[in-house]
């Protein structure tokens, strides 16, 4: 597959329209594994990566999934297409930024991609629209049992699977959702939420991962742990964490309606009226006004299936995707206003908002 | 760079260790070293030497250049897991054992994996505990009446006991059964 297929090609979880989708945005479940006989990717030489690349590459791409995929090494993309592989969370930053001898393969869907010699010589990651985290990790622990048939991956009987890291140690497993919590954010409980989490070792970060910034009230949770617990176990608890986030994100949303209507309606309205007409947008701003505006949605004030271009205009106006659409490379104002072009166009055929299913029925006000 | 004990003499030896999960870095000159008796290069306790040096019988390596223990596969020392945090290779973990325990501890309050083991490797020991922790999380998930999680526990059970390969396991056994008579 070629590079402009994929991106011509939305990848399937951008609509994000699996189970629990109102909250849930994405699953996605990543292992780490490395080949015996070989220094991993931050310490070995770039010949001992080509190496290491020239034994797992051919492997990777004879997996079932991986046909007709999408295979490339770092060196031979651009700025701009390494940089889209990014802002759909395809390959990592740190990745993105490797020189000779690591590669990414991915299948035609976008939702196995596996890189190889990022920190680890394979980094392996299934990504699904929703909460499906058990079924992201099956999926993904098939790909490894076929792998470990050809590939002698390092693991040790106390240690489980050796990592680069020692904080990857033992399953090599990081399962993480990514939620948007716009009701828990409006009334100030956001931060609560994130400690809690802390408290019972999960990490709590943005929407690009370490060290970024929560926009479009986004937020995703993680296991810290990877050492002394079971796959199984762990993705158990993350789920079952999830499943109390939502709930308070119901919760809040219920509570806001009902107790401040006026704020909801305004904050939703003023997004939409904004994303509309507006001729420069920059990139969080734009962000936050569309985690409005899906709120929206999921309120009610547009149609359910509306969520979808919301959803797919969250990734399509990142820096890079623009200038993909441009064909050239543009600068920070020029990024602005064709954002905002893009976002008029894409809301132009979006009916009214309709906020009766938020005010409340006025008989009732006068009783 | 100037002694750690006497403060006068430049360090000729360079000592590096994990010990509850925080690295430690001391740097002695040849006479210190030796007055500690700095002289086994597998075990050695540098908090116990700085603390009371005369009974910890301890340490390490001498040369003149900063040299310490490094990995036989790949040439990584512990200076350099310290200035990256990550291990060289595989077979450093087993290089570059001691302490580690105290830093997996602090990392992931578990120091022994219990989870996926590939195929080849699988013991009927270790294909056991997975078997119990995975019955553990069925058990759970009935009695808080999750049913659609008890299936999927139920469908893990079913494909671990399935995706085994008998072979190997059988293999692993005899030894096993060797090692722990
Ligand atoms: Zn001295
Ligand atoms: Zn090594």
Known sequence: MKFETLLRKPAEWMRSTGPSHEIVSTSRVRLARNITGHPFPGWGKHQERLAVMGIIRPIVEQLPEMRDSFSEEMTSLNAIQKQVLVERHLVSREHAAKGPGCATVMNRQQTVSIMINEEDHLRMQALRPGLQLRAAFEQLSGIDSVLEQKLDFAFDENYGYLTSCPTNLGTGMRASAMLHLPGLVLSEQIGQTIQGANRIGLAVRGLYGEGTEALANLFQISNQATLGRSEEAIIDHLETVIQDIMESERNARFRLVEEKPAMIMDQVGRAFAILRYAHTLPSKEALNLLSLTRLGCDLGVFAPEDAEIVNLLLTEIQPAHLQVEAKRRLSAEERDSLRAEIIRRNLKNLPEPDFNGIVPPRDSEHE | ?181
């Open chain 2, 1 to 181: 760079m100037k002694c750690d004990v006497c403060q006068q003499k430049e360090a000729s030896i360079f000592l590096t260790q994990i010990a509850e999960g925080k690295m430690h870095k001391v740097n002695l000159c040849d006479s210190c070293a030796q007055e500690k008796g700095v002289t086994n290069p597998t075990g050695f306790g540098l908090t116990e030497m700085l603390g009371d040096a005369a009974a910890a019988g301890t340490v390490v390596k001498r040369t003149t250049s900063p040299t310490e223990r490094t990995c036989p596969d790949c040439g990584f020392s512990q200076s350099d897991f310290k200035k990256t945090g990550r291990f060289g290779c595989s077979t450093c973990y087993q290089v570059f054992s001691d302490g580690l325990d105290a830093l997996l501890e602090a990392m992931h309050k578990h120091t022994r994996h219990r989870g996926k083991v590939p195929a080849r490797l699988a013991s009927t020991k270790n294909m056991q505990e997975r078997l119990n922790e995975l019955e553990e999380g069925l058990q759970a998930c009935i009695g808080s009446q999750n049913f659609e999680k008890a299936a999927w526990y139920r469908d893990q059970i079913a494909r671990l006991k399935e995706d085994t390969p008998v072979a190997p396991a059988a293999q692993a056994m005899s030894q096993e059964g060797a090692e722990e008579l």
